[in-house]
């Protein structure tokens, strides 16, 4: 037995070519095979790689969905994100429990199952939904739970618990999902028919800085969030020294509320590759990674086959369509539970086998990325409108959408409306505009771009959806009439905490902090000083956090401060002269009480 | 140095030359001008975490450990925003580990404390967080306290850039973040050496040598008389 997994662990450390870089897929093999990476293992996967002990403990630890301890043959992961929590999580949560009789955190005593909680997996239009190993299962209720159980115990195959197909390649047979695409509008840069491998035809026929000029024109920016200038990046990568470059598609898809990378990998997976090819001819590359969040492995099987299928048609591989001189191919790297590492660095060192830590800018990717070579990183929307740049021209895409904002843009629309899904619309629509689109005109609040966006009012429903009003990397979340807002916040902020990666002072402790004092004022403990401390502390995370999570992360307090001020006045209480609301003194006391077995104290 | 070699720019509205290649805050610390700095020293790389030297260049925060100079740029660095920002980020510091630094063997010497006495800060705003951390004291000569740990990394740089071992790491995410050793649990079990280089960089009281502490009486520590900065500070009222 123990020799078994010993040769296990050599043998999964050679198959990845005793490669430290690559110790994602090392840690995630040992997982898989052993349920867990032990300290024993980390040992010799240390002495295997030429590596230290730490070094592995340090990445093991980083990621949610590894572990030192042994989990259950199966771990649900149920979603336990605002959504999900709307939709009644927290019912099918107990019903977990009683079933299964362990608590979220603990194993069956047979070592069958465990329970976890899991931040978004991308299926909000679906929910409540969660994760058994790789299998997603949907539309969650208390009552469907009892047969997820009984399913699991009688054949602990997870996948017997798809008993019907969604649409599109979901049910296709490397697939066999029961997601929905729920594709609500189509428009048409992303979801116009697209021959497959004429844009490709049409941009190796261009000089490479032939296509990035064309890039450049259609000004696309990245769909990603951030908006940055995709020509523009493309040419610094294309100008930086050296013979070896990248192209990283960001497939981390974790902001809450997004969802729509997840349509396109099925449904437009080899518009993405294609754009992926054309980046990988523009500035120079022959290698190209797809970063797939670790939430997704269930489209793994189905993407390896669509590239496959590209290798035979020539349009990955050696020469690529003929063309002498240019060679691409792209692989998968698979996460492991991360939110942070959808941040471009952070997925930079993930897929150099590290810790998901940001690193420090300077050098940007563009100039020492990946292995400190040149290295790209879009959003997988980004490379498929670059697909659709080629092929219909850039004039064409520039003059859609709105002027600082060409083309159009997927939302993932969830939440309080009649039709959560994914929308393909023009940039600049206002909000209001969308909010009838999806059914929701009666919105009390919508929080735009996910926990990191803002949460806005119906004083800005005419504002635009577009880089220089409301931006977006796609998430949009509804909230109805009688939805409470604090809870929400508290939520996000949760959330953060939960993800941040700990490297600086003020996303670390600053976020804990500010929550607490957010569930003061939920616990009707707060007083009018304390709004001034949550903008204080919330500033001070803001200007001094070292990358766009911490940057972002006050803002759940920050802008709902900003336009649902009364959610948080009305709970506020004025203190009694000389006391200060905050402090309980039978919660201070109540440990020493317990250990001096008294009874509560006076106060 | 010809004049090309030089790189112009201006703090606080002062005019430094600094050199390529050199961050913000080693071309103000050869200018005389302190920028209040953590996790950075001078023997090791920048890490970048602390964040207590985030200064605004040209109007944007950045930490001036890591960055660059830059021909023209301008920073601000002693100013009341960030000075409140760095406050905060002092106060985050004490609450979320456990600094007694009143029987503290760093106190007087330790670089947190000294800051806070600069910042003219006498206890933090913010609520205590209490953590169970631990203590490992496994090895003869050397403890590791991680109530007093800072996470600011330079142990691990040390240990990996200038004794050429991998004794720390840290493991672990988020608020769970520690530094572990290179061993199933205990730092006895590393090939630590008492006379590696990391174990006298800890800014804090985290990382000491045994039989050590309290060896400077109170009025000859390091911090007794004049604040932490003031050795560069007075570069410049030397020249300037
Ligand atoms: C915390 C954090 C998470 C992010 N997650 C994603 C993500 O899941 N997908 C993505 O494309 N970009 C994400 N980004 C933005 C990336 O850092 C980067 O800007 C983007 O991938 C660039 O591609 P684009 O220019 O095509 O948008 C994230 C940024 C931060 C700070
Ligand atoms: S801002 Fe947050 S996520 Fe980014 S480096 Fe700092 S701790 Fe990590
Ligand atoms: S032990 Fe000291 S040097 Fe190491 S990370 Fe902690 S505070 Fe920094
Ligand atoms: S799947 Fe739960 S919030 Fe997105
Ligand atoms: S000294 Fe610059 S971040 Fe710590």
């Known amino acids: 037995m123990s020799e078994n997994w010993q040769t296990m662990v050599k043998d999964v450390c050679a198959r990845c070519g005793n490669d430290r870089t690559r110790m994602m897929d090392i840690v995630r093999l040992v997982q898989q095979e052993c349920g867990c990476v032990s300290g024993e293992a980390m040992d010799l996967i240390a002495r295997q790689v030429d590596t230290h002990r730490v070094e592995v403990e340090s990445v093991v630890s980083f990621y949610a969905f590894l572990s030192n301890r042994p989990k259950g043959k199966i771990v649900i992961r149920l979603c336990n994100d605002v959504i999900d929590e709307m939709f009644g999580a927290r019912r099918v949560a107990q019903a977990f429990e009683q079933q299964l009789g362990i608590e979220?955190?603990?194993?069956t005593p047979d070592g069958l199952i465990s329970l976890e909680h899991t931040p978004c997996i991308g299926m909000c239009d679906q929910a409540p939904a969660a994760l058994v190993n790789d299998v997603v299962v949907t539309y969650?209720?208390?009552d469907k739970v009892g047969d997820i159980v009984s399913t699991l115990k009688s054949d602990p195959d997870p996948r017997k618990l798809v008993h019907k197909l969604g649409d599109g390649n979901n049910a296709s047979e490397l697939v066999q999902s029961m997601v929905h695409n729920n594709i609500r509008r189509k428009g048409p840069v992303i979801f116009d028919p697209l021959p497959n491998g004429e844009a490709l035809k049409r941009c190796l026929a261009l000089s490479p800085a032939e296509v990035i000029r064309d890039v450049k024109t259609a000004r696309l920016r990245g769909r990603g969030g951030a908006g940055f200038p995709t020509g523009m990046k493309?040419?610094?990568?294309?100008?930086?020294?050296?013979?070896?470059?990248?192209?990283?598609?960001?497939a981390d898809e974790g902001e809450p509320g997004t969802f729509k990378d997840r349509v396109l990998l099925t449904e437009r997976a080899d518009m993405l590759f294609e754009g992926m090819t054309i980046a990988g001819y523009a500035i120079g590359s022959d290698t190209g990674i797809l970063y797939l969040r670790g939430e997704y492995a269930y489209l793994r099987a189905f993407l390896e086959d669509v590239l496959h299928q590209r290798r035979n048609a020539g349009l990955l591989g050696k020469a690529v369509c003929g063309k002498q001189g240019f060679d691409f191919d792209i692989r998968i790297q698979m996460g492991a539970g991360a939110y942070i590492c959808g941040e471009e660095t952070a997925l930079i060192s993930s897929c150099e086998g590290l810790r998901g830590d940001p690193k420090n800018r300077p050098p940007f990717p563009a100039q020492k990325g990946y292995l400190e070579r040149p290295t790209i990183v879009n959003n997988v929307e980004t490379f498929c409108c670059v697909t659709r740049i080629l092929d219909r021209g850039p004039a064409w895409f520039a003059e859609k959408g709105s002027k600082g904002s060409p083309g159009t843009k997927l939302l993932s629309v969830c939440g309080d409306c009649k039709q959560p899904g994914v929308y393909e619309v023009l940039f600049g629509i206002t909000l209001a505009e969308l909010l009838k689109m999806v059914g929701a005109e009666d919105a009390k609040a919508v929080q735009v771009g996910g926990p990191s966006g803002q949460l806005v009012g119906p004083s800005d429903y005419q504002r635009t959806i577009c880089y220089d009003d409301l931006a977006t990397g796609g998430s949009i979340m509804v909230f109805g009439p009688n939805r409470d807002i604090l809870p929400l916040v508290?939520?996000?902020?949760?959330?953060?905490?939960?993800?941040?990666?700990?490297?600086?002072?003020?996303?670390?402790?600053?976020?804990?902090?500010l929550r607490?004092?957010?569930?003061?004022?939920?616990?009707?403990?707060?007083?009018?000083?304390?709004?001034?401390y949550l903008e204080d502390l919330g500033q001070s995370i803001v200007t001094a956090s070292r990358c766009g999570l911490g940057q972002t992360s006050a803002n759940p307090i920050l802008t709902s401060l900003k336009n649902f001020r009364g959610e948080y006045t009305s709970r506020l209480i004025e203190p009694e002269k000389g006391m200060k609301p905050t402090f309980d003194i039978q919660a201070a006391v109540r440990e020493a009480a317990a250990i001096a077995g008294r009874g509560p104290a006076h106060s | 140095m010809p004049m090309s070699q030089t790189i112009d720019f201006i703090i606080d509205g002062v005019?430094?030359?600094?050199?390529?290649?050199?961050?913000?805050l080693q071309a103000a610390d050869e200018a005389g001008i302190y920028i209040p700095r953590l996790c950075a020293h001078k023997d090791l790389v920048p890490h970048g975490s602390c964040r207590i030297c985030t200064v605004l260049v040209n109007g944007r925060p950045q930490s001036a450990c890591t960055q660059p100079v830059a021909p023209g740029i301008v920073v601000q660095n002693d100013i009341e925003k960030l000075n409140n920002v760095r406050r905060n980020i002092l106060d985050m510091l004490f609450v979320e580990g456990n600094h007694y630094c009143m029987f503290c063997e760093k106190s007087g010497n330790c670089e947190l404390q000294a800051l806070a006495y600069r910042f003219g800060i006498m206890a933090p705003k913010f609520p205590y967080q209490f953590p169970?951390?631990?203590?490992?004291a496994s090895h003869p000569d050397i403890y590791i306290d991680r109530n007093r740990c800072i996470l600011c990394a330079r142990c691990i740089r040390a240990s990996r850039d200038l004794d050429g071992k991998h004794v720390f790491e840290f493991v672990g995410r988020g608020p769970e973040k520690r530094v572990a050793v290179n061993a199933e649990a205990r730092l006895a079990d590393t090939d630590v050496d008492v006379t590696d280089k990391a174990l006298s960089i800890?800014?804090?009281?985290?990382?000491?040598?045994?039989?050590?502490?309290?060896?400077?009486?109170?009025?000859?520590?390091?911090?007794?008389?004049?604040?932490?900065?003031?050795?560069?500070?007075?570069?410049?009222?030397?020249?300037?």
Not at chain 1, 104 to 107: A, D, E, I, L, S
Not at chain 1, 237 to 250: E, P, T, W
Not at chain 2, 132 to 136: I, K, M, Q
Request: charged fraction near 30%; include cysteine.
């Open chain 2, 132 to 136: 169970a951390r631990d203590v490992d």
């Open chain 2, 202 to 240: 800890c800014p804090v009281g985290a990382l000491m040598r045994k039989r050590q502490g309290y060896a400077d009486p109170i009025g000859r520590r390091r911090y007794d008389h004049q604040p932490i900065g003031s050795d560069i500070e007075a570069k410049r009222s030397a020249t300037g």
């Open chain 1, 140 to 142: 969650l209720s208390r």
């Open chain 1, 516 to 532: 607490q004092k957010l569930q003061e004022i939920m616990a009707g403990k707060g007083e009018a000083a304390d709004l001034d």
């Open chain 1, 104 to 107: 979220f955190g603990q194993t």
């Open chain 1, 490 to 513: 508290d939520k996000f902020m949760e959330f953060f905490i939960e993800e941040t990666c700990g490297y600086c002072t003020p996303c670390r402790v600053g976020n804990v902090l």
């Open chain 1, 234 to 250: 493309w040419e610094f990568a294309r100008a930086a020294a050296g013979a070896k470059k990248f192209v990283i598609c960001n």
């Open chain 2, 15 to 24: 005019e430094v030359s600094a050199r390529p290649g050199q961050t913000i």
